[in-house]
């Protein structure tokens, strides 16, 4: 607790976060590349969805990502929200663009994936309603926390919404289990052994291994973008910006 608070202040987190950005954003390289090789070139076709399933590759990461991120978002909106910690609000905000873009991804490549499968683009079952919605709770946490011209405001503001939208993220990933929808269930479960091919696993797996670096890299790059923006009038910016610092 002691190291999380001293970290909390932004100018000790800018210089800790800045060096492993280059690291981030070339292991997401590689690990995306590698996924989508296995995915793509090495993985077997399905015996039931031929090529068309290969879409998984994109589609399962960005659906879980979509989920996660909105929940770290809640994390950090309650954080601000409990501790008035101005860096939480602004990870808060920085988590909210790249969870709609995982979102807007996932129903995308949804609708891509159902017009062969089920022979639809879109049906209003629970997994996909819920997972709309979430859209749209992002969009909503986004135009609160840019809608005011107090940025305490408008953390405030977009850090509520957060939190209550929280609630639609377990009923998406229950959605199968409570409804009857179109959508399967889940492939991998932490109770059983996962039901796939080991190539089609592996390509998923690090897949979502690249995803996972990718939020990270451009959470942290947002996040020191906004302390840029919202702390460029404290005492220590100037020594951010020396070249120790870079």
Same mark, same amino acid.
């Given at each position: 607790m002691r190291h999380w608070t001293r970290y909390a202040a932004p100018a000790r987190f800018a210089p800790l976060v800045r060096p492993w950005l280059p690291w981030l954003w070339a292991a997401c390289l590689v690990s995306a590349l590698a996924g989508l090789a296995v995915g793509l070139v090495l993985?077997?076709?399905?015996?039931?969805?031929?090529?068309?399933?290969?879409? %998984?590759?994109?589609?399962?990461?960005?659906?879980?990502?979509?989920?996660?991120?909105? %929940?770290?978002?809640?994390?950090?909106?309650?954080?601000?929200?409990?501790?008035r910690v101005r860096l939480a609000f602004m990870l808060?905000?920085?988590?909210?663009?790249?969870?709609?873009?995982?979102?807007?991804?996932? %129903?995308?490549? *949804?609708?891509?994936? *159902?017009?062969?499968t089920w022979g639809t683009w879109w049906?209003? #079952?629970?997994? %996909?309603?819920?997972e709309l919605i979430l859209l749209f709770l992002?969009?909503?946490?986004?135009?609160?926390? #840019?809608g005011f011209d107090d940025p305490e405001r408008g953390d405030h503001a977009?850090?509520?919404?957060?939190m209550v939208g929280a609630v639609n993220v377990p009923i998406i990933y229950f959605s199968v289990v409570?409804?009857?929808t179109l959508h399967q269930g889940a492939t991998i479960t932490a109770t059983s052994a996962p039901r796939m091919d080991p190539a089609m696993l592996c390509g998923l797996l690090l897949c979502t291994l690249a995803s996972w670096l990718y939020a990270i890299a451009v959470v942290l790059t947002r996040t020191l973008a906004l302390i840029g923006e919202r702390e460029r009038d404290?005492?220590?910016?100037?020594?951010?910006s020396e070249p120790d610092h870079a």
């Open positions: 993985a077997p076709t399905d015996a039931q969805q031929g090529q068309s399933y290969r879409i %998984l590759y994109i589609h399962v990461p960005a659906a879980w990502m979509s989920m996660l991120l909105y %929940l770290v978002m809640a994390f950090w909106a309650a954080v601000g929200w409990v501790w808060a905000r920085a988590v909210a663009p790249t969870g709609a873009l995982f979102t807007g991804i996932a %129903l995308l490549s *949804g609708a891509l994936w *159902g017009q062969p049906v209003w #079952d629970a997994r %996909l309603t819920s992002y969009l909503g946490c986004l135009s609160l926390f #840019d977009g850090a509520l919404l957060a409570w409804w009857n404290r005492h220590w910016m100037p020594a951010l």
